[in-house]
């Protein structure tokens, strides 16, 4: 594991006191509701927090109860730098969930989570 995730584990261990790293080299972030990311594929920040977003952000917005996803949603945006609300994330896991789509999340995020890169996405006026 790289010094870079090493780090930003220690970022995730305040926002989920519950994770943990399985033998596996797998973040699991809430065990109950089977909610991880495997640890032994990345090496960097950007793409621990492209994991994040892949994996995470279905937590943030639906499949768990309403208060943890509140939780979760408020842990996300703590490590990102960002303040999505239910709606932003609600399109981020639509157009990113489950690393459908690697590329255009790196770019997502390397363009400071410019919303406006997201097809699923339109500001209420």
Do not use: W
Not at 27 to 40: M, Q, S
Not at 92 to 101: D, Q
Not at 114 to 124: A, E, H, N, R, V
């Amino acid at each position: 594991m790289t010094k870079q995730i090493e780090e930003c584990l220690k970022r995730i261990k305040p926002l989920f006191p519950s994770a943990f790293v399985n033998m596996n080299l797998e973040l699991i972030v809430e065990r109950k509701n089977n909610i991880y990311f495997r640890l032994d594929n990345i090496e960097t920040e950007l793409e621990f927090k492209r994991k994040m977003i892949e994996y995470v952000s279905r937590s943030c917005i639906k499949g768990v109860p309403i208060g943890l996803q509140r939780k979760h949603l408020y842990a996300v945006n703590e490590f990102l730098g960002t303040d999505f609300n239910f709606e932003q994330m609600e399109a981020i896991y639509t157009e990113f969930g489950n690393g459908s789509n690697e590329t255009k999340c790196t770019d997502f995020i390397v363009s400071g989570f410019d919303l406006k890169l997201l097809k699923y996405y339109s500001p209420k006026e």
